[in-house]
Antibody, heavy 117, light 108 residues
Framework: QVQLVESGGSVVQPGGSLRLSCAASGFTFSNHGMHWVRQAPGKGLEWVAFIRDDGSNKLYADSVKGRFTISRDNSKNTLYLQLNSLRPEDTAVYYC??????????WGQGALLTVSS | EIVLTQSPGTLSLSPGERATLSCRASQSIGNNYLAWYQQKPGQAPNLLIYGASNRATGIPDRFSGSGSGTDFTLTISRLEPEDFAVFYCHQYGTSPLTFGGGTKVEIK
């Protein structure tokens, strides 16, 4: 069955950087686009970024464009999110999700990022 | 950006009752690329409906989706105790992808 396991969540100071990882198993990772979606404490879902199966196309929400970078290593079945210039409003649980086309179909359990001094 | 507005914000119902959740888009959603997710406390979202009306694998038939263009509905025909949760609509046809603000279905 599909398994997605996020890691790398932490407490980071404003202006800092962090890299989140998402280890995938149970499906052919290189055949699927992948998303990052976040959820601030007590709030709704916010789409963050998408990467195509071969990494050739990347999309970002305006709120993170220029600060976050999505990438993947198909040889390691791993998705990444590099987060730079972090702000308190980036505090959230970050979920990775397997996509069919652009549709998020399976989600990991999330990694908590807290941006605070 | 396509803005999705869900209503009501909270729905208070009893087990066995019918739940009707609305999702309205600020512009037409191409190919009806509209999905619904259920999220329980402390859990990741779970896909219920895609393409406005197609149930995802393993989703009971008491969940149904309908609508097109800008107006969409999720209906739960008879609420089971495990159905009480927050429900989000999501459009995946146009970047940036967007989610509605959610409807909480709570036990009355």
């Amino acid at each position: 069955q599909v398994q997605l396991v996020e890691s790398g969540g932490s407490v980071v100071q404003p202006g800092g950087s962090l890299r989140l990882s998402c280890a995938a198993s149970g499906f052919t990772f290189s055949n699927h686009g992948m998303h990052w979606v976040r959820q601030a404490p007590g709030k709704g879902l916010e789409w963050v970024a998408f990467i195509r199966d071969d990494g050739s196309n990347k999309l970002y929400a305006d709120s993170v464009k220029g600060r976050f970078t999505i990438s993947r290593d198909n040889s390691k079945n791993t998705l990444y999110l590099q987060l730079n210039s972090l702000r308190p409003e980036d505090t959230a649980v970050y979920y990775c999700a397997k996509a069919n086309g652009w549709l998020p179909v399976s989600w990991g359990q999330g990694a908590l990022l807290t941006v605070s001094s | 950006e396509i803005v999705l507005t869900q209503s009501p914000g909270t729905l208070s119902l009893s087990p066995g009752e019918r739940a009707t959740l609305s999702c309205r888009a600020s512009q037409s959603i191409g190919n009806n690329y509209l999905a619904w997710y259920q999220q329980k406390p402390g859990q990741a979202p779970n896909l219920l409906i895609y393409g406005a009306s197609n149930r995802a694998t393993g989703i009971p038939d008491r969940f149904s989706g309908s609508g097109s263009g800008t107006d969409f509905t999720l209906t739960i025909s008879r609420l089971e105790p495990e159905d009480f949760a927050v429900f989000y609509c999501h459009q995946y046809g146009t970047s940036p992808l967007t989610f509605g603000g959610g409807t909480k279905v709570e036990i009355k």
